[in-house]
């Protein structure tokens, strides 16, 4: 059992969602999965419920989320207590990271920090998001900032990855921007097969949430297709899909989520450091800085 998937287990445990998680800890969904089912087999007992709405912990899931943060929160610790014992107490020294877009903020509040703290150093460093938050959560950045854009999720259909929705391009949902379980309930329905056992689960339990198990037409994606192009349907199929039904110029895809998207400022904080005086002191510089540069953006701490 290495540290690696101790972060790996708390990511699924906070964001509930593999491809999340797996582009949180830089690697790929299908490696995230081998993860986890590694330390099933370590520990002896499942930890995950996967499903097509959402990934659920076990009983034991969430003991194990306890004691992987539990342990990283010590290892932290321990790092820390070395890097006092070897570069002293009295040395202050904030390390900040920051993107590109936020690149006019984080200069500017760190000279105006540094004016009324000479005796703390800043080293500031230019990263990407995912680096960042890497780097916050091994202690390795005090400060992250971010612009980010937040997405309002109005959906009320919730697919996996692995499944798409789509219909003829003469159907009244092809146009929409975002499609809601109810406005389905009027139009009859395909499943295609999947070759896949797992993902024909899933498309079995996404038919039943929709209500559609004791009406829906299944067929390969040669004879859903044509289902489509004459009539009122809508079809499910599996990813694997997805090219057959882009090449096809009759067809469109579903859109299940609909972005309101909008960039706000994000600052994390190492939980080491952010009770300090001189931090807040400098959380509030930079929130002044965007606001003084007129940025439509809402501060966020964690």
């Known amino acids: 059992m290495r540290f690696e998937q101790l972060e790996q287990f708390v990511a699924l445990g906070n964001l509930r969602h593999f491809r999340q998680a797996a582009e949180q800890t830089q690697i790929s969904t299908s490696a995230l999965t081998r993860s986890i089912q590694t330390l099933e087999d370590e520990i002896g007992c499942e930890l995950v419920k996967r499903s097509t709405r959402s990934v659920k912990l076990t009983e034991q899931g969430e003991l194990f989320l306890n004691y992987c943060k539990a342990t990283l929160s010590e290892l932290d610790v321990t790092k820390n207590t070395i890097k006092q014992s070897l570069f002293g107490r009295d040395q202050q020294k904030l390390v900040v990271g920051y993107t590109a877009k936020a690149s006019e903020i ?6 105006k920090f ?16 995912h680096e960042l938050t890497r780097k916050v959560q091994l202690g390795e950045v005090d400060i992250s900032v971010y612009l980010s854009s937040a997405t309002s999720l109005v959906s009320d ?36 097969f999947s070759q896949s056992k797992q993902v024909q689960s899933m ?12 009406s829906v037409k ?6 859903v297709i044509d289902g489509l192009k004459c009539s009122q349907s809508f079809a499910i ?10 090449q096809d110029p009759e067809l469109a895809l579903l859109k299940t989520n609909k972005d ?7 600052i994390n904080t190492n939980h080491q450091i952010s009770g300090n005086t001189h931090v807040s002191s400098l959380l509030k510089l930079i929130e002044k800085t965007a606001g003084q540069l007129q940025m439509n953006s809402a501060p966020v701490h964690s």
């Open 157 to 192: 259909i919730h697919l996996p990855d692995q499944l798409i929705l789509f219909v003829s391009k003469m159907h009244p949902l092809a146009s929409q921007d975002c499609i809601r379980r109810a406005e389905l309930s009027q139009y009859p329905m395909y499943g295609c």
């Open 218 to 223: 299944i067929g390969n994606i040669t004879q």
């Open 237 to 246: 199929a599996s990813i694997e899909h997805s090219k057959t039904i882009a």
């Open 114 to 129: 540094l004016a009324d703290y000479p005796n703390v150093k800043i080293e500031m460093q230019l990263l990407d998001e």
């Open 203 to 214: 498309l079995n339990e996404a038919v039943e949430g929709l209500n559609k198990s004791t």
């Open 106 to 111: 984080v200069p500017m509040s760190c000279g």
């Open 260 to 266: 309101d998207s909008h960039e706000q400022l994000v």
